[in-house]
């Protein structure tokens, strides 16, 4: 029997699979994450850890736990771990793939059209009042249909949105580590840059005042992938002076991010709280998915779905 702690209370039951299996669960039950040292307590007593994006993993933490054995993220990124330290000490890492990758694309679509049509200011302006009449040159937008879209990153979520985006007439240009045109070229061409690449080392800040400075002023940013891909502080003065035309983002960095935060003066700008998987059936997925890796890993098995 292992001990496994679950930072949240997840929808589904796939957790159930767990004790059914003849382990013990320790689910943090509270409606906020467990703070530092709770996180801290309840994994050094686990031998196996389900955490969420929100949870920082990093080495200290890991050398408190000296039983775990296995980490599964409730996510697909696997940015909040420091998995090398995590292999060093054996312990397993693994993620939730496939399962979130078209509510994911879905999300990345909704923010390009959304930013494009103005559907966020149409919306306010008919509660608020000042929709008065019909005119012919009212919150005028962007046409999706024959644009071109560049995206960044070329993985499950990449070519979902692709998929999406042919089925909207738009032509598809794509930068990827091993195919596509370079990055430069992209953010030169395209109306409208997707952002799917992981965060790491080399993605930090990957899209900052350089890259934004090729993009055209008409055109939008959608990132949907981690808020750290993008330097905001850049983004901010890039929609303030028009550099580009604007920008939406389901990911920020960090998250939440603060009412007070400069970026949210900007103009032209769409901030969604990291809804990218938040459907009924993908999180009851990404739950199975999880506990998939967490009895392999106790049952001395490689995890069906490894961090990369
Ligand atoms: C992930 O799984 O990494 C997503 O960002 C969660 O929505």
Redesign the pocket.
């Known amino acids: 029997m292992a001990r496994v702690f679950i930072t949240r209370r997840l929808p589904g039951d796939a957790v159930d699979r767990l004790a059914a299996a003849g382990h013990e669960v320790d689910v943090w039950r509270e409606p906020s994450p467990p703070p530092a040292e709770a996180l801290r307590e309840h994994t050094a007593q686990a031998d196996a850890l389900l955490c969420m994006?929100t949870d920082p993993i990093d080495s200290d933490l890991l050398e408190a736990a000296p039983r775990l054995r296995a980490i599964a993220n409730?996510?697909?990124?696997s940015d909040n771990i420091d998995v090398d330290a995590a292999r060093a000490r054996r312990i397993a890492v693994g993620?939730?793939p496939g399962v979130?990758t078209d509510a994911?694309a879905d999300i990345a679509f909704a923010l390009l059209l959304a930013i494009a049509r103005r559907l966020p200011e149409g919306e306010a302006a008919v509660r608020n009042g000042e929709w008065t009449t019909w005119e012919p040159d009212w919150l005028l937008g962007r046409d999706v249909h024959g644009a071109t879209l560049g995206i960044v990153g070329r993985g499950r979520i990449g070519d979902a949105v692709a998929r999406r985006a042919e089925g909207f007439g738009m032509t598809v240009v794509h930068h990827s580590r091993s195919s596509g045109i370079p990055l430069d070229k992209l953010l030169e061409e395209a109306d409208f840059v997707s952002l799917h690449v992981p965060l790491t080392p080399e993605t930090r800040h990957l899209i900052d005042a350089a890259a934004l400075a090729r993009m055209q002023p008409t055109a939008y940013l959608v990132n949907t992938a981690?808020g750290g891909v993008v330097d905001q502080d850049a983004l901010a003065a890039a929609l303030h002076d028009g550099t580009i035309a604007g920008a939406a983002l389901d990911?920020t960095d960090p998250e939440p991010l603060p009412p007070d935060d400069p970026l949210l003066a900007a103009p032209n700008l769409i901030v969604l709280p990291?809804?990218?998987?938040?459907t009924h059936d993908t999180r009851r997925a990404?739950a199975e998915l999880a506990v998939d890796n967490l009895l392999a890993a106790l049952d001395g098995k490689p995890m069906p779905n490894p961090a990369s």
């Open positions: 994006l409730y996510a697909v990124g993620v939730t979130l994911t981690r990911v990291h809804l990218g998987s938040a990404m």
